[in-house]
C-alpha cells in the first residue's frame, strides 16, 4: 500500500464548478501535509498547506483529518487556469522528508 | 535570484553510459533532495542531504550516487545507465517549515 494515495482522476469539471480531491496516509507519525500544484512538464509547486483547524486560501480550501488519515482539498469557482495535477504530500520528522502522492488530474472545461 | 537550476534539461543516453546531473541553489537551503518522476507512481525520493558533506539515501537509490561537497549544489550520478532510468529527474530544496522549491526538472531517456 502506498503511504499516501490519492484518486488519480482525471476530473473534467465545467468552469465553475466545485470540486473536491481527497487524499489518505498511511503513516501515522506524519507530521505535516501539503497539497502541491504541477503543470504539465513543469515543476511541482506548493499550493497551500493543511492543518487540523482547516485553512482557506481565495477559492482554495484544504482539510485535516488525523484520526481518519485523510487530507482534502476542495477548489471552488473552477478556473481554466486551475487545469493541472494536484499532489497530496505528507511527511516531516527529522530529516523532513515529504511523501508525495500520485496525484490527481484536473481539467477544467470552458 | 535563479533559485533552483537543474542542468542539462534534456540527455539522452545509450545503455551503460555515464553522467551527472547538476542542481545549484542560491538561497542557501541546508536540505536538498532528488526526485524521479514517473507515470503512475508520482514523485519518488532517490537521495537527499541534510548540509554540505551529507548525503543519505531515499526510496529508490540503487543504480544512483550523490554527492554535496559545497553548500549550493546536489550532485546525482549514473555510473551505468539502464533503461530502467528513463525518467524526469527534479532536484528540491527545502525551506522550514516544509516548502520545498524545485527546479525546472532534466528529461533523461536511455536507450
Known amino acids: 500500500r502506498k503511504e499516501v494515495e490519492q484518486d488519480p482522476g482525471p476530473f473534467n469539471v465545467p468552469e465553475g464548478a466545485t470540486v473536491a480531491f481527497n487524499c489518505t496516509y498511511s503513516?501515522?507519525?506524519?507530521?505535516?501535509f501539503f497539497w502541491y500544484r504541477q503543470d504539465c512538464r513543469k515543476e511541482p509547486k506548493l499550493l497551500m498547506s493543511?492543518?487540523?483547524s482547516g485553512n482557506e486560501d481565495g477559492r482554495f480550501t484544504a482539510q485535516l483529518n488525523r484520526a481518519s488519515q485523510y487530507i482534502s482539498l476542495l477548489i471552488r469557482d473552477s478556473k481554466l487556469s486551475d487545469s493541472a495535477t494536484y499532489l497530496c504530500?505528507?511527511?516531516?520528522?527529522?530529516?523532513?522528508?515529504?511523501?508525495f502522492g500520485t496525484g490527481t488530474l484536473l481539467a477544467v472545461q470552458p | 535570484n535563479a533559485g533552483v537550476t537543474q542542468t542539462p534539461k534534456f540527455r539522452v543516453l545509450k545503455t551503460g553510459q555515464s553522467m551527472t546531473l547538476l542542481c545549484a541553489q542560491d538561497?542557501?537551503?541546508?536540505?536538498m533532495y532528488w526526485y524521479r518522476q514517473d507515470p503512475g507512481m508520482g514523485l519518488r525520493l532517490i537521495h537527499y542531504?541534510?548540509?554540505?558533506?551529507?548525503?543519505a539515501k531515499g526510496e529508490v537509490p540503487d543504480g544512483y550516487n550523490v554527492s554535496r561537497l559545497k553548500k549550493q549544489n546536489f550532485l546525482l550520478g549514473l555510473e551505468s545507465a539502464a533503461p530502467s532510468q528513463t525518467s524526469v529527474y527534479f532536484c528540491?530544496?527545502?525551506?522550514?517549515?516544509?516548502?520545498?522549491?524545485f527546479g525546472p526538472g532534466t528529461r533523461l531517456t536511455v536507450t
Open positions: 504530500v505528507g511527511g516531516g520528522g527529522a530529516t523532513n522528508k515529504l511523501i
Open positions: 503513516n501515522s507519525a506524519s507530521q505535516s
Open positions: 493543511v492543518y487540523s
Open positions: 538561497m542557501n537551503h541546508e536540505y
Open positions: 542531504s541534510v548540509g554540505e558533506g551529507t548525503t
Open positions: 528540491a530544496t527545502l525551506d522550514t517549515p516544509y516548502e520545498q522549491y
